[in-house]
């Protein structure tokens, strides 16, 4: 598997092999070459740089400690106290430290059992740990779906801008689509996420950055809007922000 640069910026790939994240590297790699083994998925990471015509022309991404976030997620179904977890890149951004708070603790404050739904307990846990008590549910379902789109795209840029994160429920599967195509697996798959941060290109597309705690797709990475909008869209998901 080779791959290839992205023109005009600085970028660092690592893969999961064997059940594992191989470490970091920068620059073109043959992968498959080096490693010599079958490789479940790649990350790709920007690191820095600009790439001219299509540079992004207004940007924002709060800061977070690389090292202790996102985390992965400790079980398979909590994707949510995972996402809730990584909420503490707003304590970052504001004091340079994280909060010492555990995914255990935020499946408590949701009440994730084998799931995590959509509904009060992340009003009452997000507002429980970020200042302001403004957190409400914005529920795709009382959108139609242009709407929606709309509301995805004014809610995390507002809320990017003022220092707070978002959290996305999604749905994922071959026709509403995929965050990447780790997730691409023959059936729906339920997911939360962590948005920290959105790019909106001199050609007006709109792509947000995202922490993300499963394994496969253990990072931070970079969504477009309609994708977004689209894997939030109807099935009583929605997104949670100011």
């Not at 059940?19 to 080096?34: E, F, K, M």
């Not at 009452?124 to 242009?146: D, K, M, Q, V």
Request: proline fraction near 3%.
């Amino acid at each position: 598997m080779q791959l290839v640069s992205l023109s005009g910026y600085n970028v660092r790939y690592r893969a999961y092999v064997g059940g594992r994240w191989l470490p970091w590297i920068t620059g073109n790699s043959d992968y498959a070459g080096i490693f010599g083994q079958p490789i479940e998925a790649i990350q790709a990471e920007i690191v820095s740089g600009n790439s001219g015509g299509g540079d992004m022309s207004q940007s924002k991404i709060l800061k977070y400690n690389s090292s202790l976030s996102p985390e992965q997620q400790k079980l398979g179904h909590w994707c949510g106290p995972a996402a809730l977890n990584a909420v503490d890149c707003f304590y970052y951004n504001l004091s340079g430290k994280n909060t010492d708070k555990t995914q255990n603790d935020m499946a408590i404050l949701l009440a994730t059992t084998t799931q995590t739904s959509f509904g009060s307990c992340w009003q009452i846990a997000l507002n429980g740990n970020i200042p302001g008590n403004l957190y409400s549910l914005y529920r795709a379902e009382n959108y139609t779906s242009s709407a929606w789109i709309s509301k995805v795209k004014e809610r995390i840029m507002r809320n990017i801008d003022m220092g707070y994160p978002v959290i996305a429920d999604t749905l994922q599967n071959a026709s509403r689509g995929f965050l990447t195509e780790n997730y691409n697996q023959g059936r729906d798959i339920y997911h939360y996420i962590t948005v920290i941060g959105y790019m909106i290109k001199s050609d007006g597309s709109c792509y947000f950055r995202y922490m993300d705690s499963y394994s496969k797709n253990h990072g931070v990475y970079t969504v477009p809007l309609y994708t977004l909008a689209n894997i939030t869209y109807g099935n009583d998901l929605g997104i949670v922000c100011y």
